[in-house]
């Protein structure tokens, strides 16, 4: 079993559909991170979450550390936020990150 | 100046040459990272230097050489590699190796012919 498990693997949504992407872990964090990747291109750190909520444009993420879960939803989704959404956590001690397998989204117009 | 970069963007490289991959950040980060990423597959660790110094090597093959001559710039030096070496490499940098802000680099797309 990974240590990060994220769902679902492809995602497939029509412009202005809210979308959420999941997230689970099973080892001690210090802090996760949803990053976003495009086709061919780097990684973009997103957010960077220990607790809570956070809030950037139409992208939210949550975390339940208690439950080891976490959540990011996209609110009035568009085609150019089709990518790959990596969700990774970073354990703190050795200061890597471990990554979850991505979930590709592809928003259609 | 938040930002990772990488040169070049694309190598294509020989079996036989010796190239090398170039990280740099001025965010006064004390660790920064190697990762390899192929195709549909999450970035898979390779070195890690905290504080300019190597803390991690994810039995890498020697025939990659990590270098990290000061605190904002970062290395890969590449010898014989093979074609199944061919990725993209991404570097990053975290202001220190414990639970803090990760900045990742464009990647350098490498192939080995």
């Known amino acids: 079993k990974n240590e990060v498990e994220q769902s679902p693997q492809n995602l497939t949504a029509q412009e202005g559909e809210f979308i959420t992407i999941n997230c689970s872990y099973s080892v001690g964090i210090s802090a996760l991170h949803w990053l976003q990747q495009h086709p061919g291109g780097g990684i973009v750190s997103l957010f960077m979450l220990s607790s809570g909520k956070k809030k950037h444009g139409r992208l939210i993420a949550t975390i339940n550390i208690q439950e080891k879960h976490s959540s990011l939803h996209i609110t009035a989704s568009h085609p150019r936020d089709s990518a790959v959404y990596i969700c990774a956590v970073d354990g703190g001690s050795q200061g890597n990150l471990i990554f979850g397998k991505g979930t590709k989204l592809s928003v259609k117009p | 100046d938040t930002e990772v970069t990488q040169t070049p963007k694309h190598l294509v490289m020989g079996m036989t040459n010796k190239k090398s991959l170039k990280c740099e950040q001025h965010?006064?980060?004390?660790?920064m990272y190697w990762y390899k990423q192929k195709a549909k597959k999450p970035p898979e660790l390779m070195f890690v230097y905290s504080y300019e110094k190597l803390s991690i090597n994810e039995s890498v093959p020697s025939r990659f050489s990590p270098e990290c001559p000061n605190s904002s710039l970062l290395n890969l030096h590449l010898h014989a590699l093979q074609p199944e070496d061919s990725a993209l490499y991404l570097c990053a940098s975290s202001q220190d190796p414990g639970g803090r802000a990760w900045f990742f680099g464009p990647g350098t797309r490498l192939t080995v012919l």
């Open positions: 965010m006064g980060h004390r660790a």
